[in-house]
T-cell receptor, first 117, second 112 residues
Framework: EAGVTQFPSHSVIEKGQTVTLRCDPI?????LYWYRRVMGKEIKFLLH????????ESGMPNNRFLAERTGGTYSTLKVQPAELEDSGVYFC???????????????FGSGTRLTVV | RKEVEQDPGPFNVPEGATVAFNCTYS??????FFWYRQDCRKEPKLLMS???SGNEDGRFTAQLNRASQYISLLIRDSKLSDSATYLC?????????????FGQGTILTVHP
């Protein structure tokens, strides 16, 4: 089974530019999550899709971030315009629709390391 | 106050040692609890779920105390390959069902 795929693996952009990150979840996983880890901080939740719908976007830092999941398959996270504080590692994760109580877990992608200079 | 608090360490232990990590969480409505492991520059990977009755997986034992909102992980007979960052993770319920809240992680280094 293919895992969660993210690309690019690394991106270096200048402040003010636009960057789009992509996540391909495991096939059949309706739940898709974005998380971010900035240097020195814990991994933080950004948002949660169920199929193509945003279930929870309470973690999105501001309106420079736009996430989409057209058709309920892959998702993109666009940062426009990028700021220095957006630097970090962006992780995507997916899970099946119905989690097993007590045994719930996600599969994470390997992340996109974003550096804004 | 952070939602999930961990001692960041680092813990430096010799091979064969027993090491314990602790974690507290603030949201009493949290539903599920996990320990993840993260190697340097890699993604987090599920180590084990944590149950109120306590559970064991080989050299790893996890405990949950809901009354104290406390989670622990015990690693026995440490191996060099156990060197990693251990993340205490809590899953929300209710309208935020499925959202994971991470602790900052505890760094473990096992040396020969």
């Amino acid at each position: 089974e293919a895992g969660v795929t993210q690309f690019p693996s690394h991106s270096v952009i200048e402040k003010g530019q636009t960057v789009t990150l992509r996540c391909d979840p495991i096939s059949g996983h309706d739940n898709l999550y974005w998380y971010r880890r900035v240097m020195g901080k814990e991994i933080k939740f950004l948002l949660h899709f169920v199929k193509e719908s945003k279930q929870d976007e309470s973690g999105m830092p501001n309106n420079r971030f736009l996430a989409e999941r057209t058709g309920g398959t892959y998702s993109t996270l666009k940062v426009q315009p990028a700021e220095l504080e957006d630097s970090g590692v962006y992780f995507c994760a997916s899970s099946q629709v119905v989690p097993r109580v007590g045994g719930y877990g996600y599969t994470f992608g390997s992340g996109t390391r974003l550096t804004v200079v | 106050r952070k939602e999930v608090e961990q001692d960041p360490g680092p813990f430096n232990v010799p091979e064969g040692a027993t090491v314990a990590f602790n974690c507290t969480y603030s949201n009493s409505a949290s539903q599920s609890f996990f320990w993840y492991r993260q190697d340097c520059r890699k993604e987090p990977k599920l180590l084990m779920s944590v149950y109120s009755s306590g559970n064991e997986d080989g050299r790893f034992t996890a405990q949950l105390n809901r009354a104290s909102q406390y989670i622990s992980l015990l690693i026995r007979d440490s191996k060099l390959s156990d060197s990693a960052t251990y993340l205490c993770v809590v899953m929300s319920g209710g309208t935020s069902y499925g959202k994971l809240t991470f602790g900052q992680g505890t760094i473990l280094t096992v040396h020969p």
